[in-house]
């Protein structure tokens, strides 16, 4: 069962060559079977969801089905799910039940999907390899050796291996679409405003967007499909109609112009992944594409203007974290500093902690205009950048990291490194536009990944783009072996 | 040396909506703890803000009653400090580009001279939650029922001279609060709150004294004692060779005293930036203009126009328009008697010291408008003497009867009108007095206007009050010389 797509297992289960009960219990099976070793999951939730495939079931039963009722998905543990464990990945919320459901998840639940469990993360998704998360590090099912990437490791390692059809993600610097091509996942990170934020755990407000992650991009588009709209409840979710995804997958990509940013593509870049670049754009020309070269002269600032504006906006985010009224408290405390510096102290690890000091000093009196203003004057640079490469091309091509995984442990003493890591994929954020990950080959073993960027609201487009490419590659079907 | 004494104020206006500024909860006062607060109140993770509507049409309200710029963009900032009735660690408010931008407001001071009060800039913010320190044995208790209550913070420019022009200031904008009907005006409950920022500096002298900040006052009587308190520290201060320290200090009403409560270097650095989860406010002019239409008669206007329609003096009209429930009250007797002299001389006179009396509100008061305007008609008529009325108004006050009519019936009040039936009467009181008579009629011019008034009193009392007072004297004088 696990060998099918979204797409296929939705076929399946509405013509009842399988029940919901079936599969739900064949990916808890596989789930024991191999997340010892793969530790994608942090929650495993079993009876809710033998309880919710038996409701899907009915449903179906009833005629009352949907797309995606009875599918059993994983989310992204920041995802807030009412009475279950939503930790961030972080001791701080080690204690934490959510008290009510996020909206993502709940429109999930009303298009009945089962939740199979919550997926490993970078903590509080500060990250790029799921090392930070303070339930260890997520293996790469393509090699155990390696990440999985970051921060929602556990979801792609999960979709990956085939511990979930399909998961839940979010983007806030690239940690759906890096972790999607570092497993050979397709992984899309909507416009931000597609989806709403209430009851995602924030990292930094302005740039955190939730997204699915699958095995193509048939299935992301039956995901968003759910995920997408607006909510009274999120004030900067937008109030924009919400197209039919998987109407438009069949599009002819004849004429569409396809951009190449010239600075994405210059030293750095791994020889594997720019000559795995290079066969996409010649199966997109195939296709009738029109290829041409670009410029983001901007995209060398994105890295220092993110890690300025992501942390500002965390140390402010994370400061409710305080030992007070949920989450960590330490034993105790002797008064209420003592309460704040050690409960803040020993909940948070070190990652989240260099980001707070970063963020908060940023923030300064004194340093606010040299770091957080100047930043902000970078991202609206970068943001014009992008709108006028939209002027002459539908999308932009590009690969979604320098490298494919790297080794667990390789990097996690060089934050630098590893924050150059999100070199690609950062932009996007800033921007605030779509893009997707998509797999594009392979080097060692391991998976190439590349991302195609488009403008505002551009879901259905991108879509159409990525599913077009796969309807004539078959990296995307590839598993990993033993999986 | 002269010192001259330079003031600005803080106001926190409660500003009354039903739900909170950024969820739904409820902002009744006085609930059980923590009943009243949302997963975004409790700063559960995972929550947004949504900005509330009326928070933002109070705060233009206020904008254009004291005349000042509106932001047509404004936006929302997060103040980040962590205090443990601080849920999200950070307070919602605006630094940078506020609601209501530069305006100006005309006080009224003891002396009847007008005074104008810059306004620098009021802003929208949410207000924290509360600790309790009592009842939970060296623990400290947290009721976030109050969290995410909005607060209009209305900041005055340095333009206050005095304790007393501070308080005027502060009274005109509780009234102004209070006709605009954004915000309730309690301040027993919080509802109002004022800091006030005092430096004194010597006469003459162009700049600033350094300030303190005297936090959370809550009364008006406070205000005034606290910046005496705090001006009179100020200059014994720097009198004595020493120099005022910038700090924020609590005003302990109890000893009266302010003390130190942070220095300038102690101050926090709140690290203030747009708070990200909410859009910048765009304001449309056509939104405002409506805004302006709902807005009521302001105080300043209704006073002119108890001047210039009623003819009142400045004094009576500011007393009566100070607020608006009272004067609601004034016009409603005005127009059933058609006196606003009479009118204003019962509201302000017996009504005023009987509310005081029994500590009520006007809107309790136990005589209605109708049924004072009533009783003032019958003084017009010349029912009852002016006398009477004042028996009346407590019989009405006393629940004695539905009308003065119906009291001045029952009791048999009814003004003694008949010429010949007061004769009579004053002709048992002369006979009754007859050696006073003798006397009065030996005395000369000076000592007759002496006496005449024991006459009067006779006569008066023999009546029970209820003759005619103009009546008695012209026939007693008649009857006297007669």
């Known amino acids: 069962m696990h060998e099918k797509t979204l797409a296929e297992l939705s076929q399946a289960l509405r013509s009842k060559a399988i029940s919901s009960v079936e599969l739900t219990q064949h990916y808890l099976k596989r789930i024991e079977q191999f997340d010892g070793a793969l530790n994608s999951y942090i929650t495993v939730t079993p009876e809710l969801a033998l309880e919710q495939a038996r409701t899907a079931d009915a449903r179906i039963a009833a005629g009352d089905a949907g797309p995606l009722t009875g599918i059993a998905l994983a989310h992204k543990d920041l995802f807030c799910t009412q009475g279950v464990r939503t930790s ?71 979709v990956a291996a085939r511990l979930c059809a399909a998961a839940t993600g979010t983007d806030t610097g690239g940690s759906i679409r890096q972790p999607a091509g570092f497993t050979a996942l397709t992984g899309l990170k909507p416009t931000y405003g597609r989806v709403s934020r209430w009851g995602m755990i924030a990292y930094a407000s302005s740039l955190d967007q939730g997204g699915p992650m699958a095995r193509n991009a048939e299935d992301c588009a039956l995901l968003l499909q759910a995920m997408a709209g607006f909510d009274p409840k999120d004030s900067t979710s937008v109030d924009a109609p919400v197209p039919d995804y998987s109407a438009s997958l069949n599009d002819s990509l004849k004429g569409l112009r396809i951009g190449l940013p010239k600075e994405y593509f210059s030293a750095g870049l791994d020889s594997a992944t720019a000559a795995a670049i290079e066969a996409a754009v010649k199966q997109f020309q195939a296709l009738g594409a029109e290829i041409k070269e670009i410029s983001l002269p901007n995209a ?184 | 040396m002269q010192w001259e004494i330079v003031i600005g104020l803080e106001i926190h206006a409660q500003l009354t909506t039903a739900s909170k500024i950024f969820s739904g909860s409820a902002t009744t006062f006085g609930a059980e703890p923590n009943t009243q607060a949302s997963l975004v109140d ?87 939650g509360k600790s309790l320190h009592e009842d939970f044995h060296g623990m400290t208790g947290i009721d976030l029922n109050r969290a995410g209550t909005p607060l209009l913070e209305i900041v005055s420019e340095p333009d206050m001279r005095s304790a007393k022009e501070a308080v005027a200031y502060a009274k005109t904008i509780h009234s102004l609060v209070r006709y605009l009907g954004i915000c309730d005006g309690n301040m027993a409950e919080g509802s109002l709150r004022c800091d006030c920022n005092v430096s004194v500096r010597p006469k003459g002298q162009a700049e600033f004294g350094t300030r303190c900040e005297i936090k959370n006052v809550n009364s008006f009587r406070f205000i005034e004692k606290a910046i005496n308190h705090e001006v009179q520290r100020q200059i014994e201060l720097i009198e004595d060779g020493g120099t005022v320290v910038q700090e924020t200090r609590l005003y302990d009403p109890n000893k009266d005293v302010t003390r130190s409560m942070r220095s300038k270097e102690e101050a926090n650095d709140y690290r203030y930036f747009p708070d990200p989860d909410l859009l910048p406010v765009v304001i449309e002019p056509a939104f405002i203009e409506s805004v302006r239409g709902e807005l009521p008669e302001l105080p300043a206007q209704k006073r002119e126009r108890f001047e210039s329609q009623f003819g009142l003096s400045a004094y009576d009209a500011s007393v009566l328009s100070a607020q608006r429930e009272l004067a609601d009250y004034f016009e409603q007797v005005q127009q059933s008697c058609g006196d606003a002299k009479l009118a204003a001389n019962w509201v302000m006179g017996e009504l005023s010291s009987l ?80 050696a006073q008579v003798e006397q ?43």
Not at chain 1, 92 to 103: C, G, K, Q, R, V
Not at chain 1, 126 to 154: A, D, L, T
Not at chain 2, 366 to 393: C, E, H, W, Y
Request: charged content about 20%; overall charge negative.
């Open chain 1, 88 to 158: 961030c990945g972080s001791k701080m919320l080690d204690n934490f039940i959510a008290p009510y459901e996020s909206t993502v998840t709940q429109r999930f639940i009303d298009a009945g999907t089962v939740m199979l469990g919550k997926t490993n993360m970078d903590e509080f998704a500060m990250g790029s390899s799921n090392e930070s998360s303070f339930y260890g590090p997520v293996r790469n099912p393509w090699n155990s050796e390696h990440v999985p990437g970051g921060s929602s490791g556990g979801s792609a390692a999960a």
């Open chain 1, 300 to 483: 060398e600032l994105a890295i220092p203007a993110y890690y300025v504006i992501a942390p500002a906006e965390a140390s402010s985010n994370l400061s409710r974290f305080d030992g007070v009224r949920f989450g960590y408290r330490c034993d105790n405390p002797a008064d209420l500093t003592d309460l704040y510096t050690r409960s803040r102290g020993e909940g948070f690890g070190a990652e989240v902690k260099r980001r707070i000091l970063v963020g908060t000093y940023a923030l300064s009196a004194g340093y606010y205009d040299a770091y957080y203003l100047k930043a902000q004057k970078i991202r609206r640079l970068i943001k014009n950048d992008f709108m006028a490469a939209y002027e002459q091309v539908d999308a932009i091509l590009c690969p979604t990291s320098p490298t494919p995984a790297f080794r667990i442990g390789e990097k996690i003493d060089d934050p630098v490194s590893l924050y150059l890591t999100d070199i690609y994929t950062i932009t996007a954020n800033l921007a605030g536009v779509p893009g997707i990950a998509l797999p594009a080959g392979f080097a060692n073993g391991l998976p190439i990944g590349m991302q195609l960027l488009g403008p505002y609201f551009s879901e259905a487009r991108l879509l159409n783009i990525a599913h077009q490419y796969q309807q004539h590659t078959d990296w995307h079907t590839r598993a990993p072996a033993g999986y």
């Open chain 2, 42 to 128: 409790l700063g559960m993770p995972g929550s947004l803000p949504v900005l509330n509507a009326q928070a933002v049409k109070n705060a233009i309200k206020f904008g254009l009653a004291v005349d000042a710029e509106i932001g047509m963009t404004n936006v929302f900032a997060r103040k980040n400090y962590f205090y443990p009735d601080l849920p999200k660690g950070y307070q919602i408010s605006q630094m940078e580009l506020p609601i209501v931008g530069k305006g100006h407001l005309d006080i009224t001071l003891e002396d009847g001279t007008v005074k104008r009060v810059g306004i620098t800039r009021a802003h929208l913010e949410e207000d924290a």
């Open chain 2, 355 to 434: 509310l005081n009396k029994a500590d009520l509100e006007i809107e309790q008061s136990p005589v209605s408008a109708t049924q004072l305007g009533g009783l003032i008609q019958r003084i017009q008529d010349n029912t009852i003497s002016g006398k009477i009325a004042k028996m009346v108004f407590e019989a009405l006050a006393n629940g004695e009867g539905d009308s003065a009519d119906a009291i001045i019936e029952a009791k048999g009040l009814k003004q003694v009108t008949d010429s010949g039936a007061i004769e009579a009467m004053l002709d048992e009181v002369l006979a009754a007095n007859a």
């Open chain 2, 440 to 482: 009065y009629r030996a005395s000369d011019e000076a000592k007759r206007g002496k006496m005449f008034g024991f006459f009067v009193g006779q006569a008066m009392k023999a009546s029970k009050g209820k003759a005619n007072p103009q009546q008695v004297n012209e026939l007693l004088k008649k009857k006297l010389e007669g």
